[in-house]
């Protein structure tokens, strides 16, 4: 039988990729001749995806919890993906660390669409919240999560890793000791991390004493987030914002985009999980602690917090106001 040209042509460009490689084509061919056809199940791990739910208690509505954190986590991880392209000027960085890159300069038609998709994403979330906010019966939640304990959602590494990613490390640092680290100062990144806002949201609301949730989770993961800031040091979003020329930089879009991330992430997300908690464990006869004793009435209102990203983007009104409008 003649083969067509299209498939001639497809055959020879085969041989030319694995001859590159130092590879023999037809092992390979041998191999698809041998495979079988891909799923829809086995490409997405369904049944492996399906069964990750593990409630620890009888109550239904605990599998709602449990999934929405989950989805919560993908989307994160989708958003890690993202700023990671951004901090390597699109490039691909392979699993073993490689620099499979494809780009050599971000432009910023490519800075805006990145940074608008992690917004989607964020969007998406914080529209969907109301499955934790209205989707579960108080009286449920009430009692399971009673078996959650000392798990938190403040326990969310990834998150923390977003907020490394798209900032420089001082806007990270409580508001009340940023005076301790000077513009222009010589400070490092581990001794910044120690004044880190969230840890101060993990104390214990009556003793000030840290949390278990909050020593389990610098104990995981302290040397990871040290690490991470000091890669992203000079390849956060702001860091890459302010190193475009000053032109790039007056780009509206790309202003935009920015400010929408700070609002984002610092304003509506914290927000939705004051809503839920305020739903959940406020009371008449006294609020409830959450799972991981965490400070929750001062720790998730943007207000007292005054974590933002870009204050450089914002007017004294608005950084004034914030988390109030």
Same mark, same amino acid.
């Given at each position: 039988?003649?083969?067509?040209?299209?498939?001639?042509?497809?055959?020879?460009?085969l041989?030319?990729?694995?001859?590159?490689?130092?590879?023999?084509?037809?092992?390979?061919?041998?191999?698809?001749?041998?495979?079988?056809?891909?799923?829809?199940?086995?490409?997405?791990?369904?049944?492996?995806?399906?069964?990750?739910?593990?409630?620890?208690?009888?109550f239904?509505?605990?599998?709602?919890?449990?999934?929405?954190?989950?989805?919560?986590?993908?989307?994160f991880?989708?958003?890690?993906?993202?700023?990671?392209?951004?901090?390597?000027?699109?490039?691909?960085?392979?699993?073993?660390?490689?620099?499979?890159?494809?780009?050599?300069?971000?432009?910023?038609?490519?800075?805006?669409? #990145?940074?608008? $998709?992690?917004?989607?994403?964020?969007?998406?979330?914080?529209?969907?919240?109301?499955?934790?906010?209205?989707?579960?019966?108080?009286?449920?939640?009430?009692?399971f #999560?009673?078996?959650?304990?000392?798990?938190?959602?403040?326990?969310? &590494?990834?998150? #923390?890793?977003?907020?490394?990613?798209? &900032?420089?490390?001082?806007?990270?640092?409580?508001?009340?000791?940023?005076?301790?680290?000077?513009?222009?100062?010589?400070?490092?990144?581990?001794?910044?991390?120690?004044?880190?806002?969230?840890?101060q949201?993990?104390?214990? &609301?009556?003793?000030g004493?840290?949390?278990?949730?909050?020593?389990?989770?610098?104990?995981?993961?302290?040397?990871?987030?040290v690490?991470?800031?000091?890669?992203?040091?000079? $390849?956060?979003?702001?860091?890459?914002?302010t190193?475009?020329?000053?032109?790039?930089?007056?780009?509206?879009?790309?202003?935009? &985009?920015?400010?929408e991330?700070?609002?984002?992430?610092?304003?509506?997300?914290?927000?939705?999980?004051?809503?839920?908690?305020?739903?959940?464990?406020?009371?008449?006869?006294?609020?409830?602690?959450?799972?991981?004793?965490?400070?929750?009435?001062?720790?998730?209102?943007? $207000?007292?917090?005054?974590?933002?990203?870009?204050?450089?983007?914002?007017?004294?009104?608005?950084?004034?106001?914030?988390?109030?409008?």
């Amino acid at each position: 039988m003649e083969l067509k040209p299209e498939i001639v042509e497809r055959i020879q460009k085969l041989e030319q990729k694995y001859a590159a490689m130092g590879q023999d084509m037809a092992a390979y061919l041998d191999g698809l001749l041998l495979s079988n056809y891909l799923t829809y199940w086995d490409y997405v791990h369904t049944d492996k995806l399906l069964n990750l739910q593990n409630p620890r208690t009888d109550f239904p509505d605990e599998l709602i919890f449990i999934v929405y954190h989950q989805i919560t986590e993908l989307n994160f991880k989708l958003c890690l993906h993202e700023l990671q392209q951004i901090a390597y000027n699109g490039k691909n960085i392979a699993p073993n660390g490689k620099d499979e890159g494809w780009k050599n300069t971000l432009e910023v038609p490519y800075f805006i669409d #990145r940074i608008n $998709r992690v917004n989607r994403y964020f969007e998406s979330l914080t529209k969907s919240f109301d499955i934790m906010v209205d989707g579960m019966d108080p009286e449920q939640f009430s009692r399971f #999560r009673m078996a959650l304990l000392p798990a938190s959602g403040f326990q969310s &590494a990834q998150y #923390r890793m977003i907020e490394i990613s798209c &900032a420089d490390m001082i806007n990270l640092v409580d508001k009340d000791h940023r005076d301790k680290f000077p513009k222009g100062g010589s400070h490092s990144i581990e001794e910044m991390y120690q004044y880190i806002y969230w840890k101060q949201g993990a104390t214990e &609301a009556e003793t000030g004493k840290k949390t278990l949730t909050l020593k389990q989770f610098e104990e995981k993961y302290s040397e990871e987030f040290v690490t991470l800031a000091k890669e992203y040091a000079s $390849r956060n979003l702001w860091a890459k914002y302010t190193a475009l020329p000053k032109a790039d930089q007056e780009n509206k879009d790309l202003i935009a &985009a920015l400010r929408e991330l700070d609002l984002n992430v610092n304003v509506r997300w914290p927000l939705v999980h004051y809503k839920s908690a305020a739903r959940y464990l406020q009371s008449k006869s006294g609020d409830a602690p959450a799972t991981g004793g965490t400070n929750w009435q001062k720790y998730l209102p943007p $207000r007292f917090q005054k974590r933002i990203f870009y204050p450089a983007l914002w007017t004294a009104e608005e950084l004034e106001n914030w988390g109030r409008f």
